[in-house]
């Protein structure tokens, strides 16, 4: 079994012109895709249509070399698509493809490897809590053990959360920051991040010394159930790629950034190199402007302008160190990082094709 992926550009978020063409010259097999994950160029706010835009443009893209109806695309094909393009990042998205079988005995070096699942649905009274984490840790195990992904080699888990409709209101956490919260604690505790002991509905959005280094999860309101990608590296898959992570331990934690190339063979002298900024098919992080107001004992006002959203400070300071550091603007940066590394930093994943 192998990943491939494919990166496209976009001029506006509606624009899979990149993807259709490769579906055209067979370069892509449409049947075969897992997720595609991307970056719009919207505000990254509750307003930001152009997610939903994306979203639907790529279900028609997909419907029309599948011959279904745009509706049932996502019950096979992730779709995921994070707003806001501060600073240099450039609109883009990734397809994940698979191709080939499993070998009859696992190969001697582990290579990307992909999974994707779906929780069962949520009620509004289940989310941000314990049943929601332990859901969405008990399909992240199911993915795992598909994909032949020991828990040891994760290094990259999407999730797309559940918010189900539900009005009037009457349940305080069906919201999109206790929905992340869970969703993040669920893929620490399918990875063996964090004890079961010490989880609780007490401590989701309040104890933040609880977190996952490879969860990445955003919300979706009108969402039922829980979508989730897996990435590790397996033995059990081939091709040239390999992905992994660290932990920016805050907005400005650019050397966690470089150790990590430097553990892929990669020295910061050759960063940035164009050989080297080919071989990158992916950047992914979570930031956040750090709720205590200060970054290395220094006083920020991320929070307290009300000008710009500190979501958007967040992306634009990550997502251009990460693209100085790398030499590409093709990196995707979410933002609310609730129990998604310490506090103020957040999970870094690459994914790097080996020469």
């Known amino acids: 079994m192998e990943t491939r992926i494919f990166t496209g550009f976009m001029n506006h978020p509606s624009d899979f012109s990149e993807l ?92 990307l490897a992909i999974g994707r699942g779906r929780t069962r649905h949520f009620r509004p009274d289940e989310v941000g809590t314990m049943t929601m984490v332990e859901e969405t840790a008990h399909t992240i195990r199911t993915i795992m053990e598909k994909a032949r992904i020991d828990p040891h080699d994760v290094h ?117 190199q164009g050989d080297i900024t080919k071989r990158i098919h992916g950047v992914f992080a979570k930031a956040e402007a750090d709720p205590r107001h200060n970054i290395r004992g220094y006083r920020h006002t991320m929070l307290s302008d009300d000008d710009i959203d500190d979501t958007r400070y967040a992306r634009c300071v990550v997502s251009s160190i990460l693209a100085a550091i790398t030499g590409n603007p093709a990196v995707y940066v979410s933002t609310r990082a609730e129990h998604h590394g310490p506090l103020g930093g957040g999970p870094v994943a690459v994914i790097l094709s080996i020469s």
């Open 156 to 272: 990259f888990v999407h999730v797309k959360g559940a918010i189900p409709y539900e009005w009037p209101p009457t349940s305080p956490r069906n919201s999109m920051a206790y929905s992340r919260g869970a969703s993040a604690l669920g893929v620490a505790l399918a990875l063996g991040e964090v004890n079961s002991q010490d989880l609780s509905d007490d401590v989701i959005l309040q104890d933040f010394a609880l977190y996952s280094r490879c969860a990445s999860t955003s919300s979706k309101p009108g969402l039922p159930y829980s979508d989730i990608m897996v990435l590790g590296n397996s033995p059990w898959w081939n091709g040239n790629l390999v992905i992994a992570h660290t932990v920016m331990q805050d907005i400005l934690d650019a050397q966690s950034v470089i150790s990590l190339f430097e553990g892929l063979g990669i020295s910061s002298s050759q960063l940035c």
């Open 20 to 111: 259709e063409a490769a579906m055209t010259r067979h370069e892509i097999d449409p049947f075969r895709i897992v997720a595609i994950l991307g970056k719009t160029e919207g505000n990254g706010g509750r307003n930001d249509f152009s997610r939903d835009l994306a979203v639907e443009k790529s279900r028609h893209v997909l419907a029309a070399y599948w011959h279904q109806e745009p509706a049932v695309i996502e019950d096979n094909v992730l779709l995921s698509f994070s707003g806001g393009t501060e600073g240099v990042t450039t609109p883009h998205y990734r397809v994940f493809e698979t191709q080939g079988s499993f070998p009859s005995t696992p190969l001697y070096e582990p290579r």
